[in-house]
């Protein structure tokens, strides 16, 4: 049985995808997303970033066939000589197995897999002389995750029985080339245990159950496939709210679909998780059963503005860049009330350098109603504001006023509603009460793309795309307000 570290990397991430990229059947894929390309190319050009420069002398394993194998018995030649760092080397380890755990005694072979980034030669002992070698990954990530030190530690595992001497560290280097020491004598145990459980899996081929985690599941590749396996069993983690634990509970009651999450008291499970959270739980299922809204009791310290009405309204979305911490559309819908009429402004920076530009026009523009409400979803929107006014050196009570203007509809839906949706997203909610975006399947990640794909290409046609989608987000931002200022009143 072959294990690889990106097959470890999914089963830290989630069982299930681990599963599914051993077992699943490739026609039950979903097409890439080019923001998943987009963030290959990235990742790479950070890799190669990294080894121009700290790393130009590297060298990398030459074998007349790419198979793994002969990669690996490459890289440990290049080890024996004393190769000060190795690029894209492989590491690989056997050893038998003997499982008896069905009462039948199986011998296996266990191969163990690894592709360091980096190895780099270190003073130490080793088999092959008074050096050793410790792995090193480069991840494009912030900050250096539990999942990142696993795999990084499983690398270190493999180098101790190919060089006979566990490394005291490995090493991960982030974005902007910040580099974190991982201590392997915290986390090879941890690995352990982790790979132990992933191989049980991958042995005895058990299927791990379905659960959607939004904001976790979004960029799988095997999202359509368990989404509508958790939609055929009405799954309870399709609940908002509903989380591992919650759920692992409420199995624990008795609870195990949805239409008992609907029925059942919320006296029944309020003590374990607080009487509040099983009564949000519990409408949220009932809303779900009877397709109908409810209004929201509001409790304890609690409060919610009253919604603003005004002959002129604001609706602003934001589409950003985060790789360069860039905001380059501020679309901004005028609502005229008394004349019936709405304009969208898509105040665009072409160049990543207009930002400046866009930021004066946006203020100039909501400055010639200083009174009207801005109305925006969820709170990016206002710490945007906060952030381009400190960069761009705004006064300070111009940003105040503005932000005292803003409304945020996704604070308000969620504190006096329960919708019958899976998500509390705009788009799960504006297509609720019948708004469709006319791009249908785009979500903002894919504006993303667009505007990477516009600066390396000139073609118009993608800033075109991201205007109408940011546009379809404002009219939706609209028509959500408009429906919780009469489900309210």
């Known amino acids: 049985m072959l294990l690889t570290d990106d097959l470890l990397l999914d089963y830290k991430r989630c069982q299930r995808r681990a599963f599914l990229n051993a077992y699943g059947s490739p026609l ?3 097409p890439e997303r080019d923001f998943l390309l987009k963030l290959r190319q990235e990742s790479q050009q950070h890799l190669k970033n990294v080894l121009n ?3 130009p002398d590297h060298e990398e394993p030459q074998a007349r066939q790419k198979h ?5 018995e490459a890289t440990e030649n290049l080890m024996k000589e004393g190769a000060a760092c190795i690029y894209h080397g492989v590491l690989v380890y056997e050893y038998a197995d003997h499982d008896d755990a069905v009462g039948t005694l199986r011998a296996r072979t266990i191969t163990l897999l690894g592709r360091p980034d980096l190895l780099i030669k270190q003073p130490g002992e080793s088999k092959y002389g008074d050096w050793q070698y410790w792995a090193i990954n480069i991840q494009l990530g912030r900050r250096p995750k539990p999942e990142y030190k696993l795999i990084t530690a499983f690398n270190a595992y493999l180098l101790g029985f190919i060089q006979g001497q566990l490394p005291p560290y490995s090493e991960i280097i982030l974005r902007r080339h910040n580099y974190h020491r991982v201590d392997l004598s915290v986390w090879i145990p941890k690995m352990e245990e982790v790979l132990a459980e992933c191989l049980k899996m991958l042995d005895y081929q058990t299927e791990p159950e379905v659960f959607i985690s939004r904001q976790r599941c979004s960029l799988c590749h095997w999202y359509s496939h368990c989404y509508e396996i958790a939609q055929s069993q009405q799954h309870l983690s399709l609940v908002p709210g509903v989380t591992p634990s919650r759920y692992q509970y409420l199995q624990s009651v008795g609870v195990l679909s949805l239409e008992s999450l609907a029925a059942i008291s919320p006296k029944q499970f309020g003590e374990a998780m607080g009487l509040e959270i099983a009564n949000q739980l519990q409408q949220q299922a009932l809303s779900l059963v ?8 509001i409790t304890g310290k609690k409060s919610v503005a009253s919604i603003p009405t005004d002959d002129i309204e604001f609706y602003f979305d934001i589409e950003a860049e985060p790789e360069q911490n860039l905001d380059y559309l501020l679309g901004v819908l005028l609502v005229d009330r008394t004349e019936n009429s709405q304009r969208f402004y898509p105040l665009l920076a072409e160049k990543p350098e207009d930002e400046f530009r866009v930021w004066e026009e946006f203020l100039e523009l909501v400055h010639t109603y200083p009174e009207s409400p801005i109305f925006h979803f969820a709170e990016y929107e206002q710490e945007t504001i906060k952030r381009l006014g400190q960069l761009y050196q705004t006064p300070r009570p111009v940003i105040d006023r503005l932000t005292a203007r803003c409304f945020d509809l996704h604070h308000q839906v969620t504190q006096c ?23 249908q399947g785009v979500s903002g990640d894919q504006c993303v793309w667009w505007y990477d794909r516009w600066l390396k290409t000139g073609d118009r046609s993608f800033l075109q795309a991201i205007v109408q989608y940011n546009e379809d987000d404002c009219k939706a931002t609209y028509h959500l307000k408009n429906w919780l200022a009469d489900f309210l009143s």
């Open 290 to 297: 009877e397709n109908r809204a409810f209004r929201r009791a």
């Open 417 to 439: 509603a329960t919708l019958p949706v899976e998500s509390y997203s705009l788009k799960s909610l504006a297509n609720w009460i019948g708004f469709q975006w006319r791009n």
């Open 28 to 30: 039950q894929k979903d």
């Open 53 to 55: 420069e700290h790393y």
């Open 68 to 72: 793994w194998r002969t990669v690996a």
